[in-house]
Structures are given as structure tokens and as C-alpha cells.
């Protein structure tokens, strides 16, 4: 099928041609240049190899209608040909079209167009703030009623994961997975998104960390590597909690804590009603065995905090000595930071 012009980016003095999606636009080489970290000879070569494969001995003039540069997508041209008004427009968050500018990240990258990445990954982390999660009491802006998909995720995930300069989008995309994973939303994609990618290890862990706390069967259509995966991640698992089961943490000093008093005790009840199984504060009962991280980070909080579904948790640690109490939650804080680093040992992805 013959190409056809573009009916907003073929300008008649414009000098270089592109195809992209079977459509023509012929535009100008400075306004490109202009944006690009690069040299437009080294963008885009202007020789081609011949017939035989031998590099630049045909010198074919690129960047005409007989010879056009071939682009998979032309969204670059809206970016770079756009009128301020356009612009207001396009990053107002109710019209922000996350697939548009995905795609713009995508080849402001390839061709160092780097204003343009810097502005379209900023647009997307604005986006991704305001877009309603699938979740429930997630945040709703009624500009932007429409969920965020598992695919739109899928591939801003990916975007953030490749581009050096978009670490404010990395890190409102990995505070998304946060809240999804935590509601058992989207795991497949979060661990397809992560599979392969040294920089998405610790989703790719989180992912199967959720997988294992939703129990149930949620392996239908998993490969044999990935239940191998899971089923190691979930023995690893089992034996870090059968140890802390076994071996409470120990931080009562021996000069501020009497070894024989009631302080040490009454730590070692709160630690096994935690841990073990049939707890008499309900409120443990309510976490998986496995989930390591939400009893300790519960515990800190019936160590100091105060939250009122912890009264009978408090009945136990309010007998102990503050100054213990104080040195316990910094104990289990670290206990809590220890585990979540070794979680992508324990679900060793691919890629990692
Ligand atoms: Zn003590």
C-alpha cells in the first residue's frame, strides 16, 4: 500500500521525509536537530548499505518521498511541531493520553531528543499520580475517572525501568505496585513487567511475596520456572519465620533491664502470640503466618505507636521497661529492612 501524506506534519518547505505507519510527513532538519543530543547525520544516517550489504557505498539521498526515513511511530513530530496552546492542552490531566506519550518517551530515548523525554516522562508521572487506581480507597480524581490499566502499568513500568532520566516516575510507579500488590491487583503483570530486569528485582520478589500472603491456587498458566520460583520463595520464607518463631529478638540491656524481671517475659508472650498460629490478640490473626514484614511492622506499632485495634497487644508491652520498649522497635525496624532485602534472594528473578 502506498504511503500517504500527513495532513499536519508534510510541509511542503520542509526538507527530510519520514514513514511511519505508512504515512509521509516531510519536515524540516533544523527544527529536528534543534531537540536531538545528537548530530542529524548520526540520528539519522543519510547512506544505506546496497544490495550486497556493503555500508554507505550507495550514498542514497535519505529523506525524500522516494527515500524516507522509516520511524515506527511519528509522535515525535506533535512534540516538536506543537503550538503552546496544544501543549497546555496535552498535560492537563483529565487529556494526558498515557499511550502517546509513552511513546514519545520511547523515541525522544532512542534519538536523544532529550528535553522531549525529560517533558514527556514528566507528563506521564503527573498521569500516573492522578489516575484512579483499581483499588478499593484508592485516590479519585473525577478528572480522570478512567482505572489505570495492567497494561498502561505494564509499559510505564518498563518505561521507567529504561530511561536513566526518570527516576521521579520510577519512583511513583514501584509506590503504585505498593498499593496494587497489597490488594493482590495486577500480580501477573508485576512479575511478566519484572521477569528479565535487573532494575524491577525488588518488584519482581514483591510480586511473588504478595502472591504467596493471598494464598489459593494463582498459579493457573504459570511456566515450570515460575512455580519453581514460588515454591522456593515460600520454603525460604517458612524457614525465616519458623526462626524468628524460635529465637525472639533479644535487646534488653543488661545494665538498664533486671535479666530475671517480669520485662523479658512479658516480651517473649507478646513475640510468640505474634508469631505463632491462634494468637490471642486478634489482630495478628488477620496476617498470613508468612507475612513477615506486616507482623513486624505491626509490632512496632504495639511496641510505641498507638492505635487503638492494638489495646490488647499493648496489655503486654505496656508491662515492659520504655527504654526496652524503645530499643525493641528499632530492633524489629531493622528486622523489617533485613527481610524486604532478602526477598529478592528468596525469589530469584531471571534477570537478577
Ligand atoms: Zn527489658
Request: aromatic fraction near 10%; hydrophobic fraction near 35%; glycine fraction near 4%.
Amino acid at each position: 500500500m502506498a504511503a500517504t501524506r500527513d495532513s499536519d506534519y508534510y510541509f511542503d518547505d520542509g526538507n527530510t521525509v519520514f514513514e511511519a505507519e505508512s504515512t509521509l510527513s516531510k519536515v524540516h532538519r533544523s527544527v529536528m536537530a534543534r531537540s536531538s543530543g545528537l548530530s542529524f547525520e548520526k540520528t539519522f544516517p543519510l547512506r544505506r548499505r546496497d544490495s550486497q550489504g556493503n555500508r554507505g557505498e550507495v550514498p542514497v539521498i535519505r529523506g525524500s518521498d522516494q527515500f524516507p526515513i522509516h520511524l515506527k511511530k511519528n509522535t515525535t513530530l506533535w512534540s516538536l511541531y506543537a503550538i503552546p496552546s496544544d501543549i497546555v492542552d496535552a498535560m492537563k490531566l483529565e487529556s494526558i493520553d498515557p499511550v502517546k506519550f509513552i511513546n514519545l518517551v520511547r523515541i525522544a530515548k532512542k534519538y536523544s531528543f532529550a528535553s522531549i523525554e525529560i517533558w514527556a516522562l514528566k507528563a506521564l508521572t503527573s498521569y500516573l499520580c492522578s489516575v484512579p487506581l483499581p483499588v478499593p480507597g484508592s485516590q479519585f480524581e473525577p478528572q480522570a475517572a478512567k482505572e489505570l490499566s495492567s497494561e498502561i502499568l505494564r509499559e510505564l513500568t518498563e518505561v521507567a525501568a529504561v530511561c536513566s532520566r526518570s527516576a521521579p516516575l520510577f519512583e511513583v510507579v514501584m509506590a503504585k505496585w505498593e498499593l496494587l500488590l497489597s490488594h493482590g491487583v495486577y500480580l501477573k503483570t508485576a512479575i511478566r513487567v519484572s521477569e528479565s530486569r535487573p532494575e524491577l528485582c525488588n518488584l519482581h520478589a514483591s510480586a511473588y511475596y504478595a502472591m504467596i500472603l493471598r494464598g489459593g491456587d494463582l498459579t493457573r498458566n504459570f511456566s515450570e520456572e515460575q512455580r519453581n520460583i514460588l515454591l522456593s520463595g515460600h520454603y525460604a520464607l517458612f524457614k525465616l519465620w519458623r526462626d524468628h518463631l524460635n529465637s525472639p529478638p533479644q535487646f534488653h540491656s543488661s545494665n538498664d533491664c533486671d535479666p530475671s524481671s517480669e520485662c523479658r517475659s512479658h516480651w517473649i508472650s507478646f513475640w510468640n502470640d505474634l508469631m505463632g498460629s491462634n494468637s490471642t490478640i486478634p489482630i495478628f490473626n488477620s496476617f498470613h503466618p508468612l507475612d513477615l514484614l506486616g507482623k513486624l511492622e505491626v509490632a512496632q506499632d504495639a511496641l510505641q505507636g498507638d492505635n487503638r485495634e492494638l489495646e490488647k497487644a499493648y496489655h503486654l508491652t505496656r508491662k515492659m521497661l520504655e527504654r526496652c520498649r524503645t530499643s525493641g522497635k528499632k530492633v524489629l525496624e531493622e528486622m523489617g529492612r533485613k527481610t524486604k532485602l532478602k526477598l529478592p534472594d528468596y525469589f530469584k528473578s531471571p534477570g537478577c
